[in-house]
């Protein structure tokens, strides 16, 4: 069945330094990578998305980039800030018309400043 | 804009009772997907709505289901609580299905099942 996997499930660093999350998906017609934040309380924020005709995306201090030959996808975060502390999960989903994604287990970023 | 807002917030039932919770997503936004969220299993598909038909289903007991009005607020039913019921649930919108895209989130209602 569909299965995201990802990983490491805790990332501590120090303020300044990049973080790096990795996820790998098995269905290979998904084809919509999106990343989400959640803190505390909150429910998941939208913070990066791709889709599988690109490679790679930047948005300021986040990048994702997505090797769909190997079925992996990864967050990159350069420069953190204590404010990047939270949660972070990845997903996927198909192009099959629904809404449905499927969601790597979360990391736990932890930035000490 | 306003986000998506869910009702309420915090809930506590006990075993066997059922509870309705409640999602008003963004104005415009005519797609409502609905999650449950645990520390064990992580964000699970619960089903998805458009146009106040349910598009997809996840692989949740017959004791979970849901509806959407025709302003597409959505509902979701949960009957005959067990302990394991106990979690986040998150609604989800966007404009509707197609290519997917991004879902918005709400602050979810966290159920407590004693």
């Known amino acids: 069945g569909e299965n995201v996997e990802q990983h490491p499930s805790t990332l501590s660093v120090q303020e300044g330094d990049s973080a790096v999350i990795k996820c790998t998906y098995s269905d290979s017609a998904s084809n919509y990578f999106p990343w989400y934040k959640q803190e505390l309380g909150k429910g998941p924020q939208l913070i990066i998305d791709?889709?599988?005709?690109?490679g790679e995306k930047k948005d300021q201090r986040i990048a994702v980039t997505l090797n769909k030959t190997a079925k992996h996808f990864s967050l990159h975060i350069t420069e953190t800030q204590p404010e990047d502390s939270a949660v972070y999960f990845c997903?996927?989903?198909?192009?099959?018309?629904?809404?449905?994604?499927?969601f790597g287990t979360g990391t736990r970023l932890q930035v000490f400043p | 804009k306003a986000g998506v807002t869910q009702t309420p917030r915090y809930l506590i039932k006990t075993r066997g009772q059922q509870v309705t919770l409640s999602c008003s997503p963004i104005?415009?936004?005519?797609?409502v997907s609905w999650y449950q969220q645990t520390p064990g299993q992580g964000l699970q598909f619960l089903f998805e709505y458009f146009s106040e038909t349910q598009r997809n289903k996840g692989n949740f007991p017959g004791r979970f289901s849901g509806r959407q009005f025709s302003n597409s607020r959505s509902e979701m039913n949960v009957s005959t609580l067990e302990l394991g019921d106990s979690a986040l649930y998150l609604c989800a919108s966007r404009r509707g299905p197609g290519i997917a895209g991004e879902q918005f989130f709400g602050p979810g209602t966290r159920l407590t099942v004693l």
């Open positions: 997903a996927a989903s198909k192009p099959d018309n629904t809404d449905k994604l499927i």
């Open positions: 791709i889709r599988s005709n690109v």
């Open positions: 104005s415009g936004h005519r797609s």
